[in-house]
């Protein structure tokens, strides 16, 4: 399934992001902040058993799969087809996605 989200980013959603999600975030986001300097990161991983259709459902829900969808005449039909292509894609029942956390610690420059 992630070749299928890969080519949705590559040939429809990257036109419809913010170019601050590009990055590693939040890391590169504060690391490039002057006010502030990173001490320490942390990484939390959040695994989550994902179906084709709520894999699919999430996707929807992002910025930029939401703002691609506007700009079709019919949004339904692109959000089942993917559906679609994503459930063809699983190669076991769920899908193991992370959506990690970040746990920083940060000092205020002087």
Known sequence: MGEVVKREFDERWNAYRDPRTKKQFPEEVLRSEPRMSVVEVTTVPDLRALS???????????????????????????WRELESRLRAAQTSENLEVDFKRFLMLLKKAN
């Not at 084709?52 to 019919?74: E, K, M, P, V």
């Open 52 to 78: 084709g259709a709520q894999y699919a459902g999430y996707c929807r829900s992002t910025s930029h799969g939401n703002a691609y969808a506007r700009s079709l005449n019919d949004a339904d039909a692109y």
